[in-house]
């Protein structure tokens, strides 16, 4: 079976994909059962979720990545340009992690919610654009605005919603 029949994408659902194959022959599966199980995989919901194609403008939600590490998984996995919409309650987040895959990939930070100085102090040096916004209908159509064809709007916000998203 090759990488891109597999249901899931990018480097950490290879992995989590992988190990459910070795376990499933570790219990002796048959390959056809495995092959179909990895390639028709439904994954969680608001988990990498792909939304909508808006004009060539991918919408993923991942609302479940409510910590850093969740939005580091997600931000590792875009290959395209990503306007990024994070925020909610920060609850003393560390955002030094995410700063290399911020370099690399995201050209526009949208934050979503009140209070959002840290991470506004975390990625100033970084984002050419950040823009703040008080709900998620707000930042999905500030995002959209800043948005061109071959961009993806990800809501992965490394922080608890708290009825915000």
Known sequence: ???????????????NTMAAGIAGRIFDMRKESIKESLSDFQNME????????????EFINDSKATNVNSSWYALENMTKPVIW???????GSDYDMLTL??????????????DN?????AFSKISPVIIETL???????????LGEQG???LLSPASSSFDLF
């Open 117 to 121: 100085k840290k991470i506004i102090k």
């Open 46 to 57: 608001h988990r990498l979720e792909y939304v909508a194609n808006v004009h060539g403008i």
């Open 151 to 153: 961009d993806v709007v």
């Open 85 to 91: 919409i994070v925020g909610g309650k920060t609850q």
């Open 135 to 145: 709900t998620a209908e707000e930042a999905v159509h500030e995002a959209y605005q």
């Open 1 to 15: 079976m090759i990488i891109q029949q597999l249901a899931l994408q990018g480097r950490y659902a290879t992995y």
């Open 101 to 114: 895959l911020v370099k690399e990939k995201v050209k526009a930070i949208i934050c979503l919610g009140k």
